[in-house]
Antibody, heavy 120, light 107 residues
Framework: QVTLKESGPGILQPSQTLSLTCTFS??????????VGWIRQPSGKGLEWLAN???????YYNPSLKNRLTISKDTSNNQAFLKITNVDTADTATYYC????????????WGQGVMVTVSS | DIQMTQSPASLSASLGETISIECRAS??????LAWYQQKSGKSPQLLIY???RLQDGVPSRFSGSGSGTQYSLKISGMQPEDEGDYFC?????????FGGGTKLELK
């Protein structure tokens, strides 16, 4: 059974760095072709893809976030991470991690999401 | 970036009605398209991948079609549990991009 769960700080102040953790089970990020991605959704709005990391440590980022993103993984502990530097109120959203099945171009399983508020 | 234009933005359907939602890509995405349903307060659930392949466990009243730049999701016989938001996702080229969403309500 594939599950993913996000965790994060809940609230942080402008200019701080947001650190998110995705803890998953039921699959391994060392499996050939497997990937994990991060997606966010401001309240009442649409979905925005942020980044993907693949089994071979290849990484892709959304260029609209201008080098503020860093994605990484800990295969041994079944975790993926996302850092967003220099946050502001526009980064307030629910953040999801999701699995991309081997050699695919979509997400099949999503976490429940974690709400992050940026406020002074 | 590939732009995904989704229509309509909202839709009201009667019980048993057949409805369609469209996504148009700004360039050919070679059927690298997925459809998701998101119910209020929940995470998105995969319905269709590779434009027309039904995800395991998804009712057969959901179907996907299309090619090139034009894709559609059809629900053949609206059910109360189909209320929610629907999104398309293109995975043909990074950055992956989502359509703007369609809010589907039961009339």
């Amino acid at each position: 059974q594939v599950t993913l769960k996000e965790s994060g700080p809940g609230i942080l102040q402008p200019s701080q760095t947001l650190s998110l953790t995705c803890t998953f089970s039921g699959f391994s990020l060392s499996t050939y072709g497997m990937g994990v991605g991060w997606i966010r959704q401001p309240s009442g709005k649409g979905l925005e893809w942020l980044a993907n990391i693949w089994w071979d440590d290849d990484k892709y980022y959304n260029p609209s976030l201008k080098n503020r993103l860093t994605i990484s993984k800990d295969t041994s502990n079944n975790q993926a991470f996302l850092k967003i530097t220099n946050v502001d109120t526009a980064d307030t959203a629910t953040y999801y991690c999701a699995r991309s099945p081997p050699l695919s171009d979509y997400f099949d399983y999503w976490g429940q999401g974690v709400m992050v508020t940026v406020s002074s | 970036d590939i732009q995904m234009t989704q229509s309509p933005a909202s839709l009201s359907a009667s019980l048993g009605e057949t409805i369609s939602i469209e996504c148009r890509a700004s360039e050919d995405i070679y059927s690298n398209l997925a459809w998701y349903q998101q119910k209020s307060g929940k995470s998105p659930q995969l319905l269709i991948y590779a434009a027309n392949r039904l995800q395991d466990g998804v009712p057969s009243r959901f179907s996907g079609s299309g090619s090139g730049t034009q894709y559609s999701l059809k629900i053949s016989g609206m059910q109360p549990e189909d209320e929610g938001d629907y999104f398309c996702l293109q995975g043909s080229k990074f950055p992956w991009t989502f359509g703007g969403g369609t809010k589907l309500e039961l009339k």
